[in-house]
């Protein structure tokens, strides 16, 4: 890094020059001249009800970096519920507290130390890792505590690109040995995880049945899913009529691989349709019920129920080529717009109260963003 | 085979020599002599209570074989509950009807075609696949519907090594990549698959914690079944205890397999004391309930549940080099006393319905066996 300006020589500049104390610019300008950046976290010293235990902290983060540090602007972050469970100390991880929210989002690179060789200014980047703490305007650390995302994808696919994508890759990737043409069934087709994998099945040619709650605009909706590329749109409900079957027949073949964010009786309907020697992966549990899986269909229908955790595939496969090559189709995708991120709402960094109270009202709407743009 | 002699010229010439008709060795050399061979089989004709739709049939077989044939003599066939299940048509198989019972037992080959090579006069055999019908006296059959089994072990061991021993060879070799030292858990320990299962774990040394339901004579029950090989046995709600955490503990290492074959709450309990990734395995349903995974379980402790049908394998491994190993390995178990069968009640053939109605009433008491030694 070049040498720091001091902070009074370029305030003396700039007043030469005519630019005043409340001047936008000049602020930015002595913020740039300064040999720190102010930096604000969202943080929770304890669990709890994320409308009550969340504060801003602020402090200030030295520009002097070390050889491998990297400076780094946050510029989105999505309210995952991984992130609320997170909070009330109810998710499997309990990170050590105080705790800066959030595991996902894209940041900038302001600066690097003299040994970064990976990473550059400008570039954006992504945690490597969950458990990052998104939630910040700005972050020195370790250059590898990031992974570089290609910046000429949306800003907003990048911020969203960690959690639900990869999830819906890995599952469609590494389980049911899927090929072209194959057929998968998932419930909570609409949550993100869903409409992943709605896309990203159908840039495999894969086809997909999926499955949604009843709802007033259930016409609309399974409309919608189907622009994306759904094969079929059913309800809940669907799944015990005997059309269902007829449906699964009208495919040729049933579905190799379920995929359940659901659990409860929603879990067991699926597997009522998925083919002989199929695989059940369960990525959520929506319903906070058990997946409840008949003995016959264990060994009679030879079914494999397991599960996946993206951040568990994350540490084990931290520098896998198949990471990379992950990321490169994912961002092949969002560039042939075959992926596109959920609807979003954004909110202002300082408005994240707002956005987490938003989000617990319930996550099918409009996912929450946090923008750290303006800080 | 040789040109069968004519009965008159027996009859006569055994006559001649004194023997009468009421003479046992006289209806012997009689029946030996005969073109054909009186045979009994226990049959349904429709599915439905044991007790109520099972009879016997009588018909003649030809002792004239087929180039690829064999006639064979039933000796030994046990009462599993597979085929009480198949009688009632509650079975996952629904043999076409009229059915003769039973899926397991041993034979002797009495004479083979002039193309058989691999099975000769005097050979013990075994049903190559389910669904044979083991409840007759005899029988001419293809020589590919049966399997060679060593003829130096105990009779009793051969009649039972097809169903129990295998689904527990199979189970400790293909599932949870065992290795020495590793701990198995299961439920159901005292099944005759529980037995067999502690028996080979013990002989590659493997150890085994072993879920018993409650009962009176526990302590002999825990004894037994440690005389076999068990490390430990512990009941249900033993299960459910904080001391239960002790006794893993104590092991050093979690169980990477659970083998399960009862369901319900049990399944579940053997969940809670699996090793991260680890594997369960269902091969039964004794308590008629599903199988109950929390959420958590597949997604954070990435355990993978999936079940174990016997049948099955050996319609996908009917000629496999693993099927042959895994005999030679059974029975130089049986050899070496490793491996012993489940204490067992005998039945002669024609008090079969006897036999039935005894098992019914309780597959955990002895297994029942039908002899056919006599007939």
Redesign the interface.
Known sequence: MAKPFTKSVFKSLFRRKGYDNNNKCYKKVVRLCSNHVDCMSVVYKEYGDPNKVLGIEKHQLSKRLKANEVMAKMLLAPVNPSDINMIEGTY?LKPPLPAVVGNEGVAEILDVGENVKSLKVGDWVIPNQAGFGTWRTHIVTECNMFKKISNDIPQLSAATITVNPCTAYRMLKDFGNLKPGDVVIQNSANSAVGQSVIQIAKAWNLRTVNVVRNRDNLEQLAEQLKQLGATHVVTEEFLRKPEMKDLIKSLGAAPKLALNGV?GKSA?ELLRHIAPKGTMV????MSRQ????????????????????NS?WNIENDTSPERDIMYEELCNMIRECKLIPPPCEMFPFDNYAEAVESAMKGFEGKKKVISMQEF
Do not use: H, R, S
């Open positions: 499997f659990g067991t369960t990525y959520g549990g058990p997946v409840i899986v008949p003995t016959g269909v264990f060994i009679f229908k030879e079914v494999t129920a397991l599960g996946f955790w568990q």
